[in-house]
């Protein structure tokens, strides 16, 4: 079907801006493919070190240039629940690859931390930069020329982001994304929000509370809620770097072993040796972004992608803007409903027709660009299926279910949930920032009240439990941007206001810092650029000043005159705290370098 006039409107105008670094970024990439094994033009003392330690056969095969051979990058450590299933995958990926006629090695790994684990403490602050350093490590492992493709096991928040940008560092070599899958369902998510804000407000202990936390996060697999991780998984599938129905199979099954196997074999027959030869930084063009957008907002995905995917692109030679984010959000609606956009988690959300389901809808819409190369073919189309696991371990893909097994959950695109994504720019004289509005009320679309300003998020706890957050307001969280303290996710700031609208005030957010994927039901304007560090008008905001969040009308503004808040002198707060413990020294220079939030908020 044709795609929507819209969405292509904002493919060419994409392209066009993207045309001279693009274009020298493919040339790039032309001049390091080949169509011999890369390790070919090693010498024989860098080779020898490149196969010391493989077995006779795989040794014997690597020298002779006879056998291809896969770079495994891995974000294993066995803390994480969703990357602890990653402890067997290498062992599936070579034996895949022997049975295949290829070898396998683990190139290298990525560090992969948790911002659940780290959430709203100093470890936090090393979050978003830790996308950028996954980002090199895996130049690292691939640095060795060793491999004629790779493939990335990573699931979560800054992990994929940083596999992908790395990935398109090496853009010549295919590479396939493998998914280890969400955990089983474990305590609703509206429950275990429900007692976070009973805990909030002192109605139950620290022992209910991680009773309530840990029913939630119970076993291996990603956390269960729709937020950057899983956002992570859905992108990965509908930009063609999974194998198509891969992203939502929970870890340790056979069907979620046979995909791993599959994704191997895949990974081998489209090197620059076989007819398939798909290096990823040609395979991902402008068309493919857009579809990352078209899912993020279809699905109600996380704002954190709104950094994400512009960094992404960037390591393609494509310029991508929070406009252009905003613009297919207003084109795009919203089909899917799963916490903290509905109540259904994403086991449910892969049993109402997942993945396949939702592409189907949006290609039949005309609201995909289905003539794009995948890791499986030349069309999207080959991901509208459901799979399932053969009698004899091969996998089996049907049609995608024609009806949503769950209304409440998966949407078709004529009678969707929404009629729009639900991001949308908002500018003004404080600057620009970003909203997600998927999950906040309509009468909650406008809010004008008064500011207090806070320079951290347990300033403004410590209010909360004075009782000083009383009437209507603004909260102004500020100097929490990339150059500040690395931009923490601000998730613990939601509680507190989601206390507080519920008990019928009028609050907002607006803050030059990042909120957590499962953010929702408050106004929140966020990513504020430039950042309070860097100049920003957000600095300059003063306790009680009138501030208007429009996600209507777009915009975000202090009510007086540009000339008057730009008279205003800044006096920065004393932010060394931010400098020292949990390795935050190390990132001083990140931190100096870090770009805009608009600009992918990266050191790159």
Not at 77 to 83: E, K, P, Q, T, V
Not at 157 to 172: C, N, S
Not at 257 to 276: P, Q, S
Request: glycine fraction near 10%; charged fraction near 20%.
């Amino acid at each position: 079907m044709t795609v929507n006039h819209t969405l292509q409107a904002i493919t060419n105008r994409i392209i066009e801006r993207s045309r001279p670094t693009r274009e020298a970024y493919l040339a790039r990439i032309n001049a390091a493919a080949s169509r011999k094994p890369m390790r070919s033009a090693l010498g024989c003392a860098n080779l020898a070190h490149g196969f010391a330690a493989c077995g006779p056969s795989d040794k014997a095969g690597l020298a002779g240039d006879q056998l291809l051979n896969i770079g495994i990058i891995t974000a294993y450590n066995d803390m994480l629940s969703a990357h602890q299933p990653f402890e067997t995958f290498p062992h599936l990926i070579k034996q895949a690859a022997r049975e295949a006629g290829g070898v396998a090695q683990v190139a290298g790994g990525v560090p992969a931390m948790c911002d659940g684990v780290t959430q709203g403490f100093a470890g936090m602050e090393l979050s978003l930069f830790s996308r950028d350093v996954i980002a090199m490590a895996t130049a690292v492992g691939l640095s060795h020329d060793m491999f004629d493709a790779a493939v990335y096991l990573g699931v979560c928040d800054k992990i994929v982001p940083g596999l992908v940008i790395g990935a398109l560092t090496f853009g010549h070599l295919p590479a396939i994304f493998i998914p280890a899958g969400p955990m089983t369902s474990g305590l609703p998510n509206d429950e275990k929000a429900r007692i976070r804000q009973l805990y909030a407000e002192g109605k139950v202990g620290r022992d209910e509370l991680l009773e309530s936390e840990s029913k939630s996060y119970h076993g291996p697999g990603t956390c269960t809620f729709y937020g950057t991780a899983n956002s992570n998984q859905m992108l990965m599938e509908i930009m063609g770097l999974h194998i198509p129905g891969s992203s939502f199979i929970n870890p340790n099954t056979p069907l979620r072993d046979a995909m791993t196997k599959e994704a191997a074999k895949r990974a081998l027959e489209i090197t620059a040796c076989g007819n398939n030869y798909t290096p990823v930084g040609a395979m991902l063009d402008e068309r493919s972004f857009v579809n990352g957008i078209v899912g993020l907002n279809a699905t109600g995905g996380s704002t954190n992608h709104t950094i994400h995917l512009i960094a992404m692109a960037a390591a393609a030679g494509i310029k991508l803007t929070w406009q252009d984010i905003s613009d297919i959000s207003a084109t795009v609606p919203l089909l899917a409903r799963v916490y903290p956009n509905g109540l259904a988690d994403v086991n449910h959300f892969h049993a109402a027709g997942g993945m396949g389901y939702l592409i189907r809808e949006l290609l039949d819409a005309g609201l995909l660009h289905e003539d794009v190369r995948t890791v499986w073919g030349e069309t999207l189309r080959d991901y509208t299926i459901e799979p399932a696991l053969n009698a004899d371990g091969t996998i089996a893909r049907t049609p995608a279910p024609a009806l949503s097994a769950d209304a409440k959950v998966l949407a078709k695109a004529e009678a969707p949930f929404q009629p729009d994504g639900g991001i949308k720019v908002l500018s003004g004289n404080i600057g620009s920032a970003i909203i997600k509005v998927s999950a906040v009320k309509p009468d909650r679309h406008v809010i004008e009240a008064p500011a207090k300003i806070f320079h951290d998020q347990a300033e403004m706890q410590d209010a909360f439990k004075a009782g000083k957050l009383e009437g209507d307001f603004i909260a102004v969280v500020r100097y929490q941007g990339p150059k500040a303290n690395g931009m923490p996710e601000l998730h613990k700031l939601m509680t507190v206001l989601g206390i507080l609208q519920d008990r019928g005030q009028r609050v907002a957010l607006v803050t030059d810092g990042r909120l957590s994927g499962a953010s929702g039901k408050v106004p929140s304007a966020i990513h504020v650029t430039p950042e309070a560090l860097d100049n920003g008008m957000i600095a300059r905001i003063q306790e009680g000043d009138i501030i208007r969040v429009d996600a209507t009308q777009g915009t975000l503004s202090v009510l007086m005159s540009d000339a008057e808040l730009q008279s205003r002198s800044v006096q920065t707060p004393d932010l060394t705290h931010n400098q020292f413990g949990m390795g935050r020294e190390l990132f001083s220079a990140f931190r100096h370098i870090a770009g805009h939030a608009d600009q992918g908020a990266s050191v790159f």
